[in-house]
């Protein structure tokens, strides 16, 4: 985080004199807690983005009956690391933990939610498995997953004719899962998979191996079931290896920030999949202006979009039902998320599925030319959109236990 | 010839010809980043561990010398890794000469924190998710080899490399300078009884020894991310590099490179998964079979 000596001398008075007045005041404390990647590969697209909107979901929240209170921790992207800190803070009172980029983390996260009956609302991590075969009635997936990314932007290039692809994928939970659900679209389509290889993560920087091996088995189109960093290496090495000429670049999951990274120049035309885009409507360029100073003056990207409309709706449920059964039961808050409809800035008006999945209008982006872009991250056109009911993987083939049938 | 690899390996053998490529150019990053920490380590005792830090910061410089001074790939060919090494001279004399007289570890301890402090910094400033660097219009395009496509830009990055390394070695070995370097090593008092500043010359190592990390840097840029934790993943390999040609060797320390390049990008092709083991497997039969290392002396 960025300290300075002002914020932590202000920060040190606030934490003497702030509890009690506010506790006489307002009663109870629902506290949030955003365990998110604040050093590793996905810093920028979830990480201190994710905390500022969290928090102001909380501050939109203030003054109804109850006081909230945002904490922040990084998981450093692996698993032991992240349920150590879940359990500690669930057991320390937190009421509910946001985010959790990397799947293998969140899946971890998901567990521990369940057996201490509090709240987990997933916006970064993308395994489609939260909802499916290892949901949870103390989970909400809120933003995106890997189901969803694979119809978007894996449906989109079939659709035009890319019927045979090779998968350059991360050897974890989330690389397998993409490639698993993207796979799934190509076949349904008609469409072949020529091959695949999986890298080991987060340890590999050169690409070029793995591009080559791509060339060779003559498929149309490249799928890279991987993210941040990795993808942006992975199409570096695919532009030079002039691989971009016979085949088509599929990038799975792409944000904006990682556009930024890699220059609107090799970047151009690529499709990609977003349930969220700053530039959106009115109502995301709204949320964009009141954050954006808190954002480093940046536009909020998908995933930390997604920790605000979550906390926000979460907050909502937690005003409904009182924040001292919310705090009591997580099942029950969760619940009464479920029973609410949700509408928010980020993403409009929507619902919460009975396994846990978040629904709302899926975009297919693509990419602006330079020319095109008039300002820093000015990055996208809609190419299509996706209605909610259509854009999440059918509660019937989920294989969710909570789903009744 | 041709068919009898491809019938023993189950690979088709323009694929494999385009792996080893592939292997050596890689090879070509393990050898420049794993040279500097050898000369480090021979003169100075110290083992770098802020180098994938001086590595990703040549790559910055590059980057900064670009956007903010409008000097280009040339210039940062140059000018970056004069203004890595400088800071390298600093923080020798401000902290790493402190430590001489100690055990290895405390040496090893503090540069892993600096390391750690430049990447925070880094990360701070500019971010996770990296920064575009666009390979230079003279290098860039690609030749076809009948066997693969092979990107101009990698095939400048091997040559270059090559005769970084050949330069040093030739310095080492060949000159006055590279005498007194390794008399020092072995015996700085008396080295020092013949008048030769032994203090300046061990800083000026060290810096020359970050201003070689800081080259690869800028010669990673193009291709790589240029990220503050690039340089994380590099040089946990680096180091077993040189464990394995033996520690202060320079020659070793190129000639496994190179090696382990190829022997890398070769598993990549066989069992992708476990392309970020397998040097770790070679260190440990290397240390069990020769504790020195395979051209480091016992």
Redesign the interface.
Known sequence: M?FNRRSLLAAGSAATIAPLSRARAQGQAIRIGVLTDM???????T?PGSVVMTQAAGAEMANRGFTVEVLSADHQNRPDVGANLARQWYDQGVDAIVDVPTSSVALAVNQIAREKNKVFLNSGAATSDLTGAQCSPNTVHWTYDTWMLAKGTGGAIVRTGGDSWFFITA?YAFGHALERDTATFVRQAGGQVMGQ????F?????F???V??A??SRAKVLGMANA??DT??TI??AR???LHRSMKLAALLMGV??I????L??AQGLLLTESFYWDLNDRTRALTQRTRAANQNRPPAMVPAGCYGATLHYLKAVADMGAAAAKADGRAAVARMKAMPTDDDAFGPGRIREDGRKIHPVFLFEVKSPAESRAPYDYYKVAATTPAEDAFRPMNEGGCSLVRS | MLEFLETITGVPTPLLFGQLLLGLINGAFYAMLSLGLAVIFGLLNIINFTHGAQFMMGAFVAWMLLAWAGIGYWGALILAPLIVGATGVVIERLMISRLYKLDHLYGLLLTFGIGLMIEGVFRNEFGSSGLPYRIPAELSGAWDLGFMFMPIYRGWVVVFSLVICLATWLVIEKTRLGAYLRAATENAPLVQAFGVNVPRMITLTYGAGVALAALAGVLAAPIYSVNPQMGTNLIIVVFAVVVIGGMGSILGSVITGFGLGVVEGLTKVYWPEASATVIFVIMAIVLLTRPAGLFGRA
């Open positions: 960025d050093s590793g590969p996905y810093r920028d697209t990480g050897d290889v999986r890298y080991p987060p340890a590999t920087t050169d070029s191996s793995f080559v091996q060339q060779a941040s960093t942006v290496n570096k090495a030079e290896f002039g920030m990682d930024h990274a890699l220059g120049e090799s």
